[in-house]
């Protein structure tokens, strides 16, 4: 059997997870998991099948039956394509507020370690190298100065025509990191065996290379 190889990216809001994880999942010719995309797909069976997720019994029952994977990077949602059905507003809502359930992180948690289980994977979130995937062979945290990333996501709404206050994207940014850091469930935190990379003066062929050189050292 093919050695599995596990690359758990955490790390906090703006520091470039998912760009790098892509990036890094395409180089070693792995599969990338959008977490994300699961609590869209988890989102948008509640919408499908009218459940509400207040509902105990009723959200259940809906989780017992759904399965939420990922083919050649693609979320599939019990067993169809559905990625071209989960970035609308409606799904967005959905998610966001389906998302704090505990039910349905435990649901999704239990998936992706199933996915860790059976296949190679690079996967990024807040908690994935401190529960999800514990056993991971390799564990990133990236990082990045709240101003950094407050200019970055400045310079991308820039990008969109939407002109905004640096200052207060950096503040924003900075109570989303408490929040996350200080959340009942799971809280954002750097695995003990983490590596961590500063983004904040990088490129990202840069970032890249040194997560390779550490995936490389920790799977030698």
Same mark, same amino acid.
């Given at each position: 059997?093919?050695?599995?190889?596990?690359?758990?990216?955490?790390?906090?809001?703006?520091?470039?997870?998912?760009?790098?994880a892509?990036?890094?999942?395409?180089?070693?010719?792995?599969?990338?998991?959008?977490?994300?995309?699961?609590?869209?797909?988890?989102?948008?069976?509640?919408?499908?099948t009218?459940?509400?997720?207040?509902?105990?019994?009723?959200?259940?029952a809906?989780?017992?039956?759904? /399965?939420v994977?990922?083919?050649d990077?693609?979320?599939?949602? /019990?067993g169809?394509?559905?990625?071209?059905?989960?970035?609308?507003?409606?799904?967005?809502?959905?998610?966001?507020?389906?998302?704090?359930?505990?039910?349905?992180?435990?649901?999704?948690?239990?998936?992706?370690?199933?996915?860790?289980?059976?296949?190679?994977?690079?996967? /990024?979130?807040?908690?994935?190298?401190?529960?999800?995937?514990?056993?991971?062979?390799?564990?990133?945290?990236?990082?990045?100065?709240?101003?950094?990333?407050?200019e970055?996501?400045?310079?991308?709404?820039?990008?969109?025509?939407?002109?905004?206050?640096?200052?207060?994207v950096?503040?924003?940014i900075?109570?989303?990191?408490?929040?996350?850091?200080?959340?009942?469930?799971?809280?954002?935190?750097?695995?003990?065996?983490?590596?961590?990379?500063?983004?904040?003066?990088?490129?990202?062929?840069?970032?890249?290379?040194?997560?390779?050189?550490?995936?490389?050292?920790?799977?030698?």
């Amino acid at each position: 059997m093919e050695k599995l190889i596990r690359v758990a990216i955490d790390g906090p809001a703006g520091a470039g997870k998912s760009t790098m994880a892509k990036l890094l999942a395409k180089e070693m010719g792995i599969e990338y998991i959008d977490t994300g995309a699961m609590y869209r797909a988890i989102a948008l069976k509640l919408i499908r099948t009218g459940t509400d997720y207040s509902d105990p019994e009723a959200l259940d029952a809906v989780l017992k039956t759904t /399965d939420v994977d990922f083919s050649d990077g693609k979320v599939m949602l /019990d067993g169809e394509p559905a990625e071209a059905y989960i970035r609308t507003p409606e799904v967005s809502e959905m998610a966001s507020a389906s998302s704090a359930v505990l039910a349905v992180r435990e649901k999704l948690v239990a998936l992706q370690r199933a996915m860790g289980q059976r296949k190679s994977v690079v996967m /990024d979130g807040r908690d994935i190298g401190t529960n999800v995937l514990k056993d991971a062979e390799c564990k990133i945290y990236l990082d990045a100065s709240p101003r950094v990333r407050a200019e970055r996501r400045a310079k991308e709404l820039a990008a969109k025509g939407l002109p905004c206050d640096v200052d207060a994207v950096e503040e924003d940014i900075r109570q989303r990191d408490y929040r996350d850091m200080h959340r009942e469930h799971n809280p954002l935190a750097k695995a003990d065996d983490a590596a961590v990379i500063d983004s904040s003066y990088l490129t990202i062929p840069q970032v890249v290379e040194v997560m390779r050189a550490v995936i490389e050292e920790k799977t030698r």
